[in-house]
């Protein structure tokens, strides 16, 4: 791995007197200083609006975030640069598929198909789009390990679905999905495939036209780029018959008093000044990532996840929620002790400086699903560590013996 803690600034820190363990990636990602120098020299030296000044200064911003472009497009595999549309993030990426795509093609009797692991994300748009215009979603069931159940995905795919929609990796249950084997089954049925990338573009290596996904969203700031920029892909064709989910300027090729043409993509679909700064920051990041290795990133987390799943199984009344076997899962974990609620525990970790998610992750449907009300989960990424693991499963020990003297 060509990084290390130092990178990090925010990690050499104390919190309650106790070195900082950040284990919440899957909620953010922390920032190397490699991405804060980015942004930084981009407001020290190249401050200015992009595509439409004709002087040295907005050339070198818009310079600077078309090279953003590229570098995704890179990243993904896309075919084209003009399949990557920036976005404030995979929540803005979903919801203008919902209120474009979705109002011109979903209609009355429709079905959406979304499974039961999704984010709030990628439940709540599609709900909205299925009042508005009479359509009705389905959820695909999941496998007692937590795994998507295909079968049950095939009995409800028809030729009424007009979209499956669904994550590529789970924020919840560490489970990476067959986006591909989906994205053919949708297709048979003349239905377009979206997935939510999210926790998989920070992680492994990703090729949306391997998959045959129609569109693809994520987010910067789960991989070490700033907050409020995110990517929207989608193919060539499809995007370029969709209107536009925003109008005004930046997007605009010609405007009258009563009509106005269109930037061809993916201008159009970029109105108003960009965030010029987050894009640059995500590009940061991306070269930050693409120098260690997309694979080499995912062999690492991989030798975490086979170093703590073992270690956390192994301590009484502690239940894991979905894969039970480290090479099923990403760098999340979901899990609960018997006898302490998820959010005293987190607390209870905090004292002792190490961050924990604990609740239901935006994903209340799944914590019905398993019958639970919230969990406590841990999200790896690079800048952790074993030693770190080591200290928060001595830790979960400790607080467990506390709670059960305290509250025998």
Sequence with gaps: MKMNQTDFPILNQKINGE???????????????????AITDYYQNDNANVHRGIYELSQRATNLYEKARDKVQKLIH??????????????????????TYGVENVKQGDEILLSYMEHHSNIVPWQQLAKRVGASLKYIALKEDGTLDLADAEAKLSDKTKIVSVTHASNVLGVVNPIKKLAQMAHEHGAIMIADGAQ?????????????VDFFAFSGHKML?????????GRYDVLNQMRPAQFGGEMIEFVDLHEATFQPLPWRFEAGTPNIAGAIGLGAAVDYLTNIGMFEVAKYEQSLVDYALPKLKS??????????ESEQHTGVIAFNIAGIHAHDLATALDQEGIAVRAGHHCAQPLMHYLDVAATVRVSFYIYNTRQEIDRFVATLGKIKEYFNREFA
């Design 315 to 324: 301590i009484d009344g502690l239940t894991v929620y979905g894969p039970q």
């Design 78 to 99: 896309a075919k084209r640069r003009e399949e990557v549309l920036f976005t404030r993030g995979t929540t803005e990426s979903l919801n203008w598929l919902a209120s």
């Design 19 to 37: 070195p900082l363990i950040y284990f919440d990636s899957a909620a953010t990602s922390q920032k190397p200083q490699f991405v804060i120098d």
């Design 200 to 212: 998989s573009v920070p992680h492994m290596a990703i090729d949306v036209q391997e998959m045959g």
């Design 225 to 233: 780029g700033p907050t409020g920029i995110g990517v929207l892909y």
